[in-house]
């Protein structure tokens, strides 16, 4: 491969790879939103916690649980760890430690093959940072879905203890 074909390359994956973060956090801003409401639907439907039954909260301590490991997982995802690229003259952190100056030059200096290297540097540590927030996404996505029965078997709970006046359910 030339040089040329190399660097138009490594330009195109770079820009393929960085096509999916906006993916990964529209998924996780979804997701997040969803777990508020049902925080909040259970939050406005509890009961009193002199009125809480032993099941209720073993449910709500469930659902809770689930959902607060949940987003603890989605902000893990939304923060990856972002060491790396020592040196790198593509990756915004490393160039960010370089006088104004001293990146203008250092990148003008580069060969088109060092360019190149650079640039699929980055795609690997992009992938890496996507893999984490993919996971991430996929573990909170799992745990919310565990919580979705002790979720509803709570909020039924507080629609039974309150009766009709405050229930989503009852309505």
Same mark, same amino acid.
């Given at each position: 491969? !030339?040089?040329?074909? =190399?660097?138009?390359?490594?330009?195109?994956?770079?820009? &393929?790879?960085? *096509?999916? /973060? +906006? %993916?990964?956090?529209?998924?996780?801003?979804?997701?997040?939103?969803?777990?508020?409401?049902?925080?909040?639907?259970?939050?406005?439907?509890?009961?009193?916690?002199?009125?809480?039954?032993?099941?209720?909260?073993?449910? !709500?301590?469930?659902? =809770?649980?689930?959902?607060?490991?949940?987003?603890?997982? &989605?902000?893990? *995802?939304? /923060? +990856? %760890?972002?060491?790396?690229?020592?040196?790198?003259?593509?990756?915004?952190?490393?160039?960010?430690?370089?006088?104004?100056?001293?990146?203008?030059?250092?990148?003008?200096?580069?060969?088109?093959?060092?360019?190149?290297?650079?640039?699929?540097?980055?795609?690997?540590?992009?992938?890496?940072?996507?893999?984490?927030?993919?996971?991430?996404?996929?573990?909170?996505?799992?745990?919310?879905?565990?919580?979705?029965?002790?979720?509803?078997?709570?909020?039924?709970?507080?629609?039974?203890?309150?009766?009709?006046?405050?229930?989503?359910?009852?309505?």
């Amino acid at each position: 491969m !030339t040089t040329e074909k =190399l660097l138009q390359a490594s330009k195109d994956q770079l820009n &393929l790879v960085l *096509g999916f /973060f +906006p %993916r990964a956090e529209a998924k996780s801003s979804v997701l997040l939103a969803i777990e508020t409401g049902m925080l909040a639907v259970l939050g406005t439907n509890a009961p009193p916690l002199k009125g809480f039954s032993p099941l209720m909260l073993t449910v !709500t301590g469930i659902a =809770l649980a689930l959902l607060a490991a949940s987003i603890v997982t &989605l902000y893990r *995802g939304a /923060f +990856p %760890r972002l060491k790396g690229g020592h040196e790198s003259l593509v990756y915004f952190r490393e160039i960010a430690t370089r006088t104004e100056h001293r990146f203008v030059e250092e990148f003008k200096a580069q060969s088109e093959e060092r360019l190149a290297t650079e640039l699929l540097g980055q795609v690997w540590r992009n992938s890496e940072i996507l893999r984490t927030k993919f996971d991430c996404l996929k573990t909170a996505f799992v745990l919310m879905a565990l919580a979705i029965p002790a979720w509803l078997a709570a909020t039924l709970l507080f629609a039974a203890y309150n009766g009709q006046t405050r229930s989503i359910f009852l309505k």
